[in-house]
């Protein structure tokens, strides 16, 4: 065919739809809307649908937020690997089981029984290595040994984790137990009843790079993941140990997390009479008083490091130390104190590791167990003059088989009484060993025997020391 021929033959569909009438292009544009606006319906379904899916999986996210922000608080108290019965320290106990749901809030329940016998060879100790302090040398009418049963650690407490939205997650964690110290001496004629005390009550707001908590928890001075793993209730000698009401502020900061805290003040005094502002009366005091005067928070931080070679912490402390009570000479002073400490848990062959704190200050008094009411002397002529005091602790456990090992801890405590304290009765140093080995025949069950050794001096020259075998049997759930 030549050139003009297809050019021709190209042009008839031209040709023909100009040839066509004006009704037939007329009945081919309804057609087209038609189609148009169903396609647009179709798109604006699949918009709706997509926002549901969007909607859906927020939703299903922030209840897996949820759900990981328990289990990452029971992970950050228990990371042995072994098993929920296998506890890191005093705090261990936060709900690792299944959560259930009600409404769009997480909700888990978790506790422990715990069941301990102690034989206390010679003088005889107190519920634990601390409680009433460590027999100094015949102030004990018997030597014969002391042997008791005690099921006073068994806690109960309940956790719940909420989405928030664009804020995260609302978290809560509530936990009391039967270890209260004010009635551990309850009579054991008939029933051996003891009192429910309060160990955690704390809300928190926030993602886990970003939150702020609420209520009371452990102080921000303390780590427990650090704590050696003992069957004895009481910390080491040298550990920091107390929970307190705050308000905490945490943030990732750099390669690792800051914490900043104001917390429940109290200052821990000893007077010139020999009376005490509270704690445990470990210095030698004669009783408790209530001469002490809080004119201003704690103020605590805390960088965390966490990484392959375990978990490392820092800390900063300082408080406003008060006096205000005219039957003491008048007394009405105030003081600084201020306190230092790192702890850790390092990772050393397998399973084993390392863990250790050490801390110290002027005036740091209870944030060293041990130094309760030793932070400042209130002197005759009402005056406060704070004290040094500096204290740390250094456990190793090793790992026999996968639920089998044993820790090693040492730990001590050392007081720089004021001058001007001539009491006599205060303590300058303590010491405490623990040896132990733990087994789990099942995760949720720990069975663990343990040797404790502790000594203490005080200023007047005395000593005292006693050993106990302790034998306990935990039950998770």
């Not at 939703?59 to 690997?81: I, M, T, W």
Request: net charge negative.
């Amino acid at each position: 065919m030549k050139n003009g021929a297809w050019a021709c033959f190209l042009a008839l569909p031209i040709v023909f739809s100009a040839a066509l009438p004006d009704e037939a292009a007329a009945q081919t544009k309804p057609v087209a809307e038609s189609r148009i606006e169903g396609i647009e319906e179709t798109i604006k379904a699949l918009s709706e649908e997509l926002k549901a899916l969007k909607a859906e999986n927020k939703r299903l996210e922030e209840e897996k937020v949820g759900r990981e922000e328990l289990s990452a608080r029971a992970a950050s108290s228990e990371e042995s690997g072994v098993g929920s019965a296998v506890t890191q320290g005093p705090d261990m106990s936060f709900p690792r089981g299944p959560s259930f749901k009600v409404g769009d809030t997480n909700i888990r329940i978790g506790g422990y029984v715990k069941a301990d016998a102690f034989y206390d060879v010679g003088p005889q100790g107190g519920a634990a290595r601390f409680d009433p302090g460590i027999p100094l040398d015949g102030t004990q009418p018997q030597d014969d040994g002391e042997f008791s049963f005690s099921a006073a650690e068994t806690r109960v407490n309940i956790s719940t984790a909420s989405p928030a939205g664009d804020y995260g997650n609302v978290v809560t964690f509530v936990e009391a137990q039967f270890f209260d110290l004010g009635s551990f001496n309850s009579s054991q004629t008939i029933a051996n009843t003891l009192d429910f005390e309060l160990r955690h009550a704390w809300g928190q707001l926030g993602t886990k790079d970003l939150n702020v908590r609420a209520g009371q928890d452990w102080s921000t001075f303390i780590d427990p993941v650090t704590y050696p793993e003992n069957n004895d209730f009481a910390v080491p000698a040298g550990a920091s140990f107390l929970r307190q009401p705050q308000v905490r502020l945490t943030t990732k900061a750099g390669p690792g997390t800051l914490a900043v805290a104001v917390e429940n003040p109290e200052s821990d005094l000893t007077a010139f009479n020999g009376t005490t502002t509270g704690g445990l009366n470990l210095g030698g005091g004669l009783g408790n008083s209530t001469f002490g005067g809080d004119e201003a928070p704690d103020f605590i931080t805390r960088y965390s490091l966490n990484g392959d070679f375990g978990r490392l912490n820092f800390f900063g402390l300082a408080r406003l130390l008060s006096v205000d009570r005219a039957s003491l000479a008048g007394a009405d002073d105030t003081a600084l104190g201020w306190g230092l400490g790192v702890s850790g848990k390092i990772k050393t062959f397998g399973k084993d590791n390392v863990r250790f704190a050490l801390n110290g200050g002027d005036g740091i008094g209870r944030y060293i167990f041990d130094a309760q009411n030793s932070g400042a002397f209130v002197t005759a002529a009402g005056n406060l003059e704070t004290q040094f005091a500096y204290g740390g602790y250094l456990s190793y456990q090793h790992f026999w088989t996968d639920t089998v090992r044993s820790n090693a801890t040492f730990g001590h405590t050392e007081i720089n009484l004021d001058d001007a304290n001539t009491l006599g009765g205060a303590n300058e140093s303590l010491s405490s060993v623990h040896l132990n080995l733990m087994w789990n025949p099942v995760p949720r069950v720990r069975i663990g025997a343990e040797y404790i050794y502790a000594m203490r001096d005080v200023q007047d020259g005395r000593e005292g020391d006693f050993s106990r075998i302790q034998a306990s049997a935990r039950f998770d759930f």
